[in-house]
Structure formats: C-alpha cells, structure tokens
Nanobody
Framework: QVQLVESGGGLVQAGGSLRLSCAAS????????MGWFRQAPGKEREFVAR????????DYADSVKGRFAISRDNAKNTVYLQMNRLKPEDTAVYYC?????????????WGQGTQVTVSS
C-alpha cells in the first residue's frame, strides 16, 4: 500500500501562483510515475501532469502547458506542482496519484485531494 498526502491548496487571485506538494509513504519502492489530476464541480476528473520517477520525463495537459511545472524529490518521496498564472478555470480539487508496479501487476493510488480556488 502507498499513502499519498497532498498539501498547498488554497485561495488565490487570478494571475497568482500556488505550489502543491504530495508526500508518498508506505511501499513506495515500485513507484513508476507520480502525477496530478483535478476535478472541477460538475465535471469529470481530468489529467493535469505526470512525472517519471526514474527517468527525466514529464508530460502535461494542454490547458496547463507553460503555466504549471511538475517536479519530484526522490529522497523525500514527494512530488510538487508549481502553478503559475492561475486562471479561474483552474479551480478544482487537485488529486495526487502514484502508479506503482509490483509484479505481476500495476497499482494506482490516489490522495484525498486539496482544494484550489482561483478568484477573478
């Protein structure tokens, strides 16, 4: 089992910045990727960003490219999401996720979520 705890959400004005953190604990040795999804009221959960835990690769949703940056600290088992130039449409609950592989299968874990509210 892997436990994920997010922090860093809050209320910010449009154009501002926030940094989310997600700390993983438990059986983290099989981590392949960590990332972020978000869910706005009345909408489906959507992909935001993901980073490989061993390779130097990441990818982003088109809606956040150039504004958000994902990074990791392997020693702390923590992933970060730096969110700049925030827009009201970025308002959502942000969920941390981890994809882990323990043969013979992969597992996906989710955090409880942290609220991000961007006011216009």
């Amino acid at each position: 089992q892997v436990q994920l705890v997010e922090s860093g959400g809050g209320l910010v004005q449009a154009g501002g910045s926030l940094r989310l953190s997600c700390a993983a604990s438990g059986r983290t040795s099989g981590t392949l990727t960590m990332g972020w999804f978000r869910q706005a009221p009345g909408k489906e959960r959507e992909f935001v960003a993901r980073i490989s835990w061993s390779a130097n690769s990441s990818d982003y949703a088109d809606s956040v490219k150039g504004r958000f940056a994902i990074s990791r600290d392997n020693a702390k088992n923590t992933v970060y999401l730096q969110m700049n130039r925030l827009k009201p449409e970025d308002t959502a609950v942000y969920y941390c996720t981890a994809e882990c592989y323990y043969p013979p299968r992969a597992y996906n874990y989710w955090g409880q979520g942290t609220q991000v509210t961007v006011s216009s």
